[in-house]
């Protein structure tokens, strides 16, 4: 029986999982499921993005495999590489014991530094994994190039053993925080979905979901704060992640209510530039306290 049957089972396992998904975005993780079609989820950085991918993976009971993307990313760090230093032990001993040494000796699979991509498409699983290839838009041109030969045909030739492809197609979660704009032709290839920030109603639902043992009052005003700070003029305005946080920061501190002075102490859980931190101390945290209805 498939884990997945509906858009409908869907955001029921998403849900039983404390994931708050609404139509659309159960809609678009459905079809790539379906359809076998990467899933390219853009948006703010902690808005749950990464965690699509940690969910599915739980849900079809596989392994997540993830690639970290960064500037300078390349081949040897996202496909393969040879393991040297075993090779040059290889070496000295057929060597010293007078054997010949062949290319095939060096370079076979027992070499074989499998990195992210390759150990995706390579698994030995009887079903397919989740690849996480996450935070595309930190990793350069050159490797969404190659990105979008391995999603073409889910294969990756190395030269000196051959073509290697995939017995089942990964289940390919592409996320990206628009740090840069991703080129067309690696979209082209994916279903889209850009998530926002939640509505106060939603966000409130992901809070009590994942942190059940908040308050209520706690939790339905942390959510209105977050929900009006990132009205403000912030570098870099909080996210989901750092709501979840913050709750969880206020429960471990026993708060049952916000109040001024714990809000403007724990600030840096939230706020992660000092410049930010200075602009909403003072009158402006004031102001957002007072259209929240938190006292002082």
């Not at 509906?6 to 379906?34: M, V």
């Not at 739980?58 to 393969?80: K, M």
Request: aromatic share 8%.
């Amino acid at each position: 029986m498939l884990p997945i049957t509906s858009i409908e089972n869907l955001q029921s396992n998403l849900r039983e999982r404390s994931y708050i998904a609404e139509r659309g975005l159960a809609t678009s993780i459905y079809l790539a499921y379906k359809l076998q079609r990467p899933l390219f989820l853009e948006g703010e950085a902690g808005v749950g993005k990464t965690e699509v991918a940690k969910m599915m993976a739980d849900i079809l009971d596989t392994e997540l495999v993830r690639l970290q993307c960064y500037e300078g990313l390349d081949v040897h760090h996202a496909v393969y590489e040879w393991n040297y230093a075993r090779q040059m032990l290889n070496i000295r001993l057929m060597e010293a014991q007078g054997e010949k040494i062949s290319e095939l000796d060096l370079f076979s699979r027992d070499y074989l530094l499998r990195r992210p991509l390759l150990q995706a498409i390579e698994h030995s699983h009887d079903k397919p994994v989740v690849l996480l290839i996450d935070e595309v838009d930190r990793s350069d041109e050159e490797f969404e190039a190659f990105l979008l030969e391995v999603l073409s045909d889910y294969q990756i030739t190395i030269p000196e053993i051959g073509t290697i492809t995939a017995k089942f197609k990964p289940f390919v979660v592409i996320t990206s925080n628009r740090t840069r704009e991703v080129h067309d032709a690696l979209k082209r290839r994916c279903l889209y979905f850009w998530i926002d920030y939640p509505t106060f109603e939603k966000e409130l639902e992901i809070v009590r979901a994942r942190i059940p043992e908040a308050p209520l009052q706690l939790s339905r005003q942390i959510t209105a704060f977050i929900q009006e700070l990132r009205r403000a003029d912030l570098y870099k305005i909080p996210g989901v992640a750092e709501t979840l946080d913050w709750t969880t920061a206020m429960v471990a501190l026993d708060q049952q209510a916000l109040n001024a002075s714990i809000v403007e102490d724990t600030l840096g859980v939230i706020l992660k530039y000092q410049d930010d931190v200075d602009k909403i101390k003072g009158e402006n945290l004031k102001n957002i306290l007072n259209r929240v209805q938190i006292s002082g």
